[in-house]
Each structure stands twice: as C-alpha cells, then as structure tokens.
C-alpha cells in the first residue's frame, strides 16, 4: 500500500469514527503515524484543499448481474421480484456469491418508504379509551419460581387516568370481565373504544374495514360504546398513549418483590391509587385523578345490569349423578340421571339446571389445581354398627366361662376375621337361648370347630328357636281327626 493509499485509509476509516487504537491495529501501523496522517490532513483542509476523499470500492461478484437485476425489477412491478427471487436468477446465471450482497443492492434500487410522523391527537373528555395486554416474568418470594402473569390496562384518553389487573389469561371471556371491571372503576363508559388487532375482538379485515367479532359487538352494545381497533402493520396507530406499561415497567415492577400473586394484586392496587392516579403526567404536566374530575360526568352511565360473561354448555349426566366440566365432575341430583342438562359457568360459580331449565344446584368453580377431581358429591356414609367389638366381646362373655374360653380360642385361630363369627354367634341369641347357645359352644370346643355356621347349624338341628310354635307329627293329627 502506497502512502497516498494508507493516508485515504486512515483518514476514511477516522471518518467512520474509529479510534486511533483501532485505525493502528487494523492496518499494521503505529499510533504516532496514525496520527501524523491525521494531523497532516487536517492542515490540508485548514488550507482549502480538497476534502477527505471516498473510500475506492472493492470489486464485487455482483457488479457483472446489475442490469440483469435492474431489468427484473423494471419488467415486474406488480409485485416486485422479491430479494429471494432475484438472488436464485442470478444463481442461475453463475453468481457464486451470497444472498447480502444481493439484499445490498437491491435495497439501494428499491424506493425508500417515507416515514410517516406521528400524531398525538388529542381527544374530548368521554370521548375514547384504549385497552391492552403485557405480560412479564415475575420471581415470587415464596416460592422462588417464575412465572409469567398477564397485566391488562385500561386508559382513558383525555384524562390518562389508567386501570390495570393481573388476569389469567388473554381469552375473550377475561377480556369482557376486565373491562367490565375497568367501567366499574371509572363509573362510567368512553364513547369509544380502541384496542389492538386481537382476536378477541376481531374475526378479519374485509376491503380495509375490520370484521368486529360478534360476541365483541353483542358486549359493545350492552354498553353502547364504539369499538376502534388500529390497522394491520400499522403499529403506530396503536393507542393515543404510546406506552401504556412504560410507567408500570419502570415504577411498579421496577425494583419491588412479590410474594405471591395475591400480594401483586393488592400493590398494584394500592400503587394505582398513591402514585400512577397523583403523578405529573409527562404530556398533561397535570395529575390523571385532577383530569378525570373534569372526564367523569363525560363519561356514559353504566347499564342496570352488567353484561353477562358466563358461558352455557349442555352436559349428560353420568352414572355417577354428576356433569363434566374442564376435568371435574358437579355433584347433580340423582333424579336427574342420564339426563341432558344446561350448564352455565361464570368465572366463580357453576350452576346446573334441569332439562326444564329449572336451576337444581349451584357449586363453586373449582380453583386451578385442585386434587379432589368430584365437587359438592357426599359419598354414603357405611352403616353404623350396633355395638362395638369390644361390646360384642364382653356380652358373650357374660354366658359363661365355656362362651369365654371360645372366645379365647376363636380369636387364635380366626385373628383376621373373628370380629364377624363373634357377632353371627351374638346374633343368635334373638332366636335361641343362651342354654342351648352353650350346648352348642360346648360342643365346638370339644370337636376344634371354631365357627360361627358351625353353631348355627348345631342350633337348627338340636334346638328350639324363640316364640316358634311346636309342629304336632303327622300320624298324631290323623288320630285326633
């Protein structure tokens, strides 16, 4: 490299904001000379001469395929060739280099777009609010684990006053309840409602107009509001307040620990009302809660009854007197048995009707989690025994020291099931007395039989059950006839 060749380098390469470290090592110079090249240059310009000079450009193995692309983006422009496209062509033609040189160029060739600037458009009191979704990863103190939690906010436009929950989800039906939840905070429904371009809201986009979801316009209905969404790729549009979660990232979730999601929700709550509803907003320069003393009264009433979210399913009830629902079964009365009944859940309860769509039993829905798959079912309970089987004992023991010594001897040879021989032999007393009973214990000891049917069968043969009439023999009857 000639001294003219090394100057253009360094004096290019400071330029690009290098620094003399950087400019030395990179072309194998000492510092000092690096400056010296700089200093001489700038005594040049100081003087009037000619300014720094452009960097030559390397050959490429593109240069030979420019008007080979150039031609391709000039006979098709409806679409354009993609980068992709163009790269394959040329390939085809013998290219050997990679696809960024190509994107390089083609972008050079390619009108720019213009950026659009944007807007803050300013809104009346009443007039708009915007909704929104975040979700971050939050480490809970009580268990040291992560987990991600969804945050939904709620804004009104002129005011800036903002509502935000923690939800469980993005549904739709987690939507309405928040946003239900944002009217009741504000006592009161925005004219208009703008929101991103979900689907909980929109189903498509037909001829450049959004195709609103029809549960979506069923709910903005019940609360006579207009609903807004922004246009697909264009992010810009969304939402008047930029950066809805900027304040909670920075503030809220900025250097403060959560035990668990029921200590979130209650500092989220807290910090809504002590710090984002008094601070000076940044564009206002006012306080939200001031501004929406004057948006309050601007605002719509809320309707007598607020929007029913629930969700109606129909469900056969099983074998076991129960419906199925999200993996646990409800306890159903038992008249209701193989029958199709409606059943409506809400976010807390699940309430079952008869086919007649007579309500018959409410339940609570069950919590995330639970073990216990079976809600509100009471199994029966077995029967309660007379006696215990230390009661059992001491009342055969009372008949005698023949009953105790069996006793005695059962319990050795029968020590997994003697409680049930000892109570069979009980029993009998209802039918026989305790005299003929010892017959018979007496008996089985002598022969080793230790069991119940084996007395029982001695009884029926030898003895005489309670209150059973004498039978007269057949030959005698005929006689007295």
């Not at 510092?31 to 310009?45: A, D, Q």
């Not at 436009?157 to 939800?167: D, G, I, P």
């Not at 129909?314 to 409800?330: H, K, L, M, Q, T």
């Not at 209150?467 to 007269?472: A, D, G, K, R, S």
Request: proline fraction near 6%.
């Amino acid at each position: 490299m000639n001294d003219e060749s090394l100057d253009n380098s360094v004096v290019t390469l400071f330029a690009r904001n290098w620094a003399v470290r950087r400019i030395a090592r990179e072309l194998g110079i000492s510092r000092n000379r690096v400056k010296r090249i700089l200093m001489r240059h700038h005594t040049r310009r100081d003087e009037g001469q000619a300014p720094i000079p452009k960097p030559q450009q390397r050959p490429s193995k593109l240069d030979a395929y420019h008007d080979e692309i150039k031609e391709l983006l000039a006979t098709f422009t409806h679409p354009p060739p993609t980068t992709q496209r163009i790269f394959e062509v040329v390939r085809e033609k013998g290219y050997t280099g990679g696809i960024t040189v190509v994107k390089d160029y083609v972008a050079t060739l390619r009108p720019k777009r213009k950026a659009e600037p944007i807007f803050t458009v300013e809104t009346a009191p009443g007039q708009r609010a915007q909704h929104d979704w975040s979700e971050y990863t939050i480490t809970f103190t009580q268990t040291r684990e992560s987990e991600n939690v969804i945050f939904f906010s709620f804004i009104l436009s002129y005011s800036r006053r903002q509502y935000l929950e923690v939800v469980p989800d993005k549904t739709q039906a987690t939507l309405f309840r928040a946003l239900i939840n944002a009217f009741a905070y504000f006592g009161g429904v925005p004219k208009e409602i703008k929101a991103d371009n979900q689907k909980a809201c929109v189903d498509r986009w037909e001829a450049g107009q959004p195709i609103f979801n029809t549960s979506y316009l069923q709910f903005a209905t019940h609360y006579q509001f207009r609903p807004l969404t922004i246009r697909p790729g264009k992010p810009r549009e969304n939402l008047k307040v930029e950066r809805p979660f900027y304040y909670v990232e920075t503030n809220f979730l900025n250097a403060r620990t959560f035990r668990d999601r029921v200590d979130l929700k209650q500092q989220l709550t807290d910090w809504l009302a002590t710090k984002n509803d008094v601070r000076i907003h940044r564009t206002t320069q006012r306080r939200p809660l001031d501004m929406y003393a004057e948006e309050a009264a601007c605002l719509e009433p809320l309707p007598k009854q607020p929007y029913d979210t629930s969700r109606v399913v129909y469900r056969i009830v099983n074998n076991e007197a129960c419906v199925e629902y999200d993996g646990y079964f409800y306890a159903v009365p038992a008249n209701l048995l193989f029958e199709t009944c409606p059943v409506r859940i809400t976010h807390e309860e699940v309430l079952i009707y008869s086919p007649d769509c007579e309500l018959v039993t409410i339940h609570k829905l069950a919590e995330e989690g639970r073990k216990d798959r079976y809600v509100g079912r009471v199994l029966p309970r077995p029967p309660a025994t007379a006696i215990s089987g230390t009661e059992v004992i001491n009342r055969l023991n009372a008949f005698g020291p023949d009953m105790a010594t069996f006793v005695q001897e059962i319990k050795k040879h029968k020590p997994r099931n003697y409680h049930y021989h000892l109570r069979s032999i009980l029993a009998l007393k209802l039918y026989y007395e305790v005299a003929d009973i010892l017959v018979a214990v007496e008996r089985a000891l002598k022969f080793r039989v230790l069991e119940a049917r084996a007395i029982e069968s001695f009884l029926a043969t030898n003895a005489k059950k309670r209150n059973e009439p004498e039978l007269m023999p057949k030959n005698k009857e005929r006689h007295e006839s």
